[in-house]
Every structure is written in C-alpha cells, then in structure tokens.
C-alpha cells in the first residue's frame, strides 16, 4: 500500500531549471544505483504526495521518459538562471494554494522531515530549514501568499530567497526538530560538482548497506 498523506492542498515541485556550469551536464539526469537523480526524487515525492509532481524546467523534452508529470516553464526571462524565478513560476501555476518545493538534484530527501513540514504549514507562508545561521530555501513549503512579495523582488533584480522572508509569515524548523529525522542532515545533500556525484554514490551505499535502502 502506497504510504501517503491524506492533505491534498499541497503541491510538489522540482526546480529543474539550473544552469549546471560546474557540473558540466544535466545534474538530474546522472544516475545513483541505476536511477536518474531526478526518478529517484519523483519515486520518493510520490510516496508523500498525493497530487501530480510539477517539474519547473524550459527543457521539458529531457525528461520525456518520467509519467504522470506536469511540465511548466519560467514565467520571467532574466539574463542568469536563478531559483527565485524558479520558485515564482512554480507557485504561479500549481493548482494549489502551497507548494512544497526542491532542486532537482537532492536525492537523499527524508519523508518524515517532509511530512514534519506539511503538518506544520497550515499557519505559515514559508516553511524552511535552518541549519546554523543558513536557511535551505530550496526544501520548503511556500503558499501562493509569496507571490506578489517574489515578483516586486524580480521586478528589482532582487533575486536572494531569504530576503523575501522578513514579508511573509515564515516557521523555521531547526536542527533540533531536523536532527529528530535526520541526523546528518544528508536531506540537504546537493550536487554541485563531480566531486559532490561520487560522494552521493558512496552515501547511497552506505545508507544501502546499514538500512538496506530504508532511509525515508
């Protein structure tokens, strides 16, 4: 039986809008265990969301192989890529009023970190780690409440995530609540570089061999 959760009102979305110059090639199309990085995330959101995944992308045709997806493109054409417009294109035109958002190349997302979010966003306009003094603006909750703030800052080539926050009713989940679900923080492993690839295949088979893959 598929594991979900009963809430509806909440989008996924994979920004797959990246610019990939220091990895040289399309992050969400290497493969981990025989999977592209981007599979391994929809198989992963589909056990936690009900409705369709959305994947934010100008390049839908790279992903032709994925079913049951909903392709949308940016909205705002700016000289550099950059994941605000990303996020804005998203939440402009999900069919819900929140969208729980991710970069396409973060394959070790935590289902109870998840869940933790989507019970806790009722209240909120922005529900965000922070690790530290660092947000993780690319692992959250935003409700559609974002959207006027997200286009003024566009329309300023304001383009830092965060500095949307002081205009919005924003929760931060902290590593004491973070740690509770993951405690090496690996949700938040990204891939940058090559470097950042081979270290993902190594953690992947080390969760494999001490979880046998049960790493949700």
């Known amino acids: 039986m598929v594991d979900t959760i009963g809430k509806t009102d909440i989008t996924p979305v994979i920004l797959a809008g990246g610019a990939n110059q220091r990895m040289g090639e399309n992050k969400a199309l290497l493969e981990i265990n025989d999977l592209k990085i981007i599979e391994i995330m929809v198989q992963k959101l589909q056990l936690i969301f009900e409705g369709t995944i ?63 979010f989507i019970a806790m966003s009722k209240e909120y306009d922005v529900v965000v780690p922070k690790i530290g003094d660092y947000y993780q603006p690319l692992h959250g909750i935003y409700h559609k409440n974002c959207l006027v703030p997200m286009k003024k800052m566009i329309n300023r080539q304001q383009y830092k995530i965060i500095s949307l926050y002081p205009d919005v009713r924003l929760l931060t989940v902290g590593e004491e609540v973070i740690h509770r679900f993951d405690p090496k923080e690996i949700s938040f492993y990204n891939i940058n570089n090559r470097e950042d690839y081979e270290r993902a295949k190594m953690i992947n088979e080390s969760i494999r061999r001490m979880t046998d893959g049960n790493y949700q």
């Open 54 to 116: 959305y994947i934010v992308t100008n390049y839908p045709e790279s992903y032709s192989f994925l079913e049951n997806i909903c392709f949308v493109q940016d909205l705002v054409k700016t000289t550099s890529k950059n994941s605000l417009v990303g996020l804005y294109s998203g939440l402009s035109q999900i069919p819900t009023d929140y969208g729980f958002f991710l970069p396409c190349d973060m394959p070790f997302i935590n289902k109870g970190l998840i869940k933790y």
